[in-house]
């Protein structure tokens, strides 16, 4: 048998979107003006990176004369490839043992987000939901600022959207006391904003944002 180890992963701070599918497939890359064939293929759900792999196949399916590489990608649960490799990671077949190491990834580019265009009224904090009563807003402009409603404060600033990951910069918020339980989900609201986000529009029309920190927002257009 032929053991091929590794891990996959990516450099930058984004949060993997939940139930993200890996592909790890060993192919061989012989012919180029031909399709690779497909040895081996492994699949899992992964939540986080860096993340280990393993293929297993018979020495014999190999033959040492054709040259092996192995490709890994991570899909969406939408099944839209979101990060993939695009260098060449070769297996000796005459090996019986190959660990690959760290096989980074690059992310795909994905149609940008308009985020513009209205209000967008918070429904969910950290998976916690909200009270009804109050108004937390967050409001885009085609400028890069960004205002809205803390749910008891206005606060206004920067904002940064490049491919999915949005960004805020410091924030300017008003002090008005508030009775605590909405100065709490307020604080919330604050935190969850406070590092990058993974931005996407889901199949509702919601605005998920996501953080790595476990974080997480859910907003729709008033």
């Known amino acids: 048998m032929i053991t091929v180890t590794g891990q996959i992963g990516y450099r930058e701070r984004i949060a993997l979107l939940p139930d ?15 399709a690779a064939t497909v040895i081996a293929q492994t699949e899992f759900t992964i939540a986080r990176v860096p993340a280990p792999f393993e293929l297993k196949l018979a020495q014999d399916s190999l033959n040492t004369g054709n040259t092996y590489a192995v490709r890994a990608i ?3 649960s939408d ?15 005459t090996q019986t043992e190959a660990d690959l190491g760290l096989l980074m990834l690059k992310q795909v580019a994905a149609p940008a987000l308009d985020l ?6 918070v429904e969910d904090i950290n998976g916690e939901g909200v009270m009804d009563i109050l108004q937390t807003t967050l409001t885009f402009g085609s400028d890069g600022q960004v205002s809205g409603s803390g749910g008891c404060n206005r606060y206004s600033g920067s904002y940064e959207l490049t491919a999915e990951t949005l960004s805020f910069g410091p924030l300017a918020a ?20 406070a590092a990058p986000l993974r931005a996407s529009v889901d199949e509702t029309g919601a605005l998920i944002l996501t953080g790595e920190n476990g974080k997480s927002i859910k907003a729709r257009r008033k």
């Open 20 to 34: 993200s599918t890996a592909t790890i497939t060993l192919s061989d890359i012989s012919k180029q003006d031909v």
């Open 174 to 193: 008003t002090r008005k006391a508030c009775p605590p339980a909405i100065s709490n989900q307020e604080q919330k609201f604050f935190e969850s904003i």
């Open 74 to 76: 991570i899909r969406d």
């Open 116 to 121: 513009t265009g209205g209000e967008w009224l």
């Open 79 to 93: 099944g839209k490839l979101r990060w993939t490799t695009d260098t060449i990671h070769s297996v000796d077949p």
